[in-house]
């Protein structure tokens, strides 16, 4: 009964390759994020969709890519994978944009080494 | 400057003490804050959220807020092995925000 699930969990790639990360929630939460955490734990945010709506878009480079079919899926694409991108990609979800305490959730996690 | 600054670690403390974290931020338009704690090769999970000065306990744990200094920090008490992780401090910058803002953690070892 995982909240949060994403795959995979773990991804090792070659360089230039195109992979994707899938994201699915259960909690019936209406809006979805990507982070990346990086080798020194920083984590940082990418991409947020609200309701299939983007939201939040950071400075991340156009081989990034999400799309929400609906608002309970969020997937990561990556083009062209570069060294730099090795990273944990987590996935997470809340309600209605975070107001007051509600809590974000997070995925296990998608251990991507670019090789 | 970092929008939330932690001292990175590693914070080591004996078991049964308190642990105290701290975590300073530069956006005074803060308005919640929230910690997370990490296992390693684990995703974050929430603790415990803030966003009134003064303390709120749930526990073990004490979140403390004061917006005039800019400073949030969580009190571990009785602390255990088992709190040897990684503590993320966070915030969201206004009412209608959407996203959380991490800092980079401060590593947590609990000696026995």
């Known amino acids: 009964d995982t909240a949060v699930s994403q795959t995979p969990k773990y991804l090792v790639t070659q360089m230039g390759n195109d992979k994707s990360i899938k994201c699915e929630q259960n909690l019936g939460h209406d809006t979805m994020y990507w982070y990346k955490q990086d080798s020194k734990k920083f984590l940082k945010i990418m991409f947020s969709y609200n309701n299939k709506e983007l939201i939040i878009n950071e400075t991340v480079p156009n081989r990034f890519s999400p799309k929400s079919p609906d608002k309970a899926h969020l997937n990561l694409h990556i083009n062209s994978l570069e060294l730099g991108d090795s990273a944990v990609y987590f996935c997470?979800?809340?309600?209605?944009?975070?107001?007051?305490?509600?809590?974000?959730?997070f995925g296990e996690g998608s251990w991507l080494t670019v090789v | 400057q970092k929008e939330v600054e932690q001292n990175s670690g590693p914070l080591s403390v004996p078991e049964g003490a308190i642990a105290s974290l701290n975590c300073t931020y530069s956006d005074r338009g803060s308005q919640s804050f929230f910690w997370y704690r990490q296992y390693s090769g684990k995703s974050p999970e929430l603790i415990m959220f803030?966003?009134?000065?003064g303390d709120k306990e749930d526990g073990r744990f004490t979140a403390q807020l004061n917006k005039a200094s800019q400073y949030v920090s969580l009190l571990i008490r009785d602390s255990q092995p088992s709190d040897s992780a990684t503590y993320l401090c966070a915030l969201k910058r206004g009412s209608s925000a959407s996203k959380i803002i991490f800092g980079s953690g401060t590593r947590l070892s609990i000696r026995p």
């Open positions: 997470a979800s809340s309600q209605t944009g975070l107001s007051s305490g509600n809590t974000i959730y």
């Open positions: 803030i966003y009134s000065n």
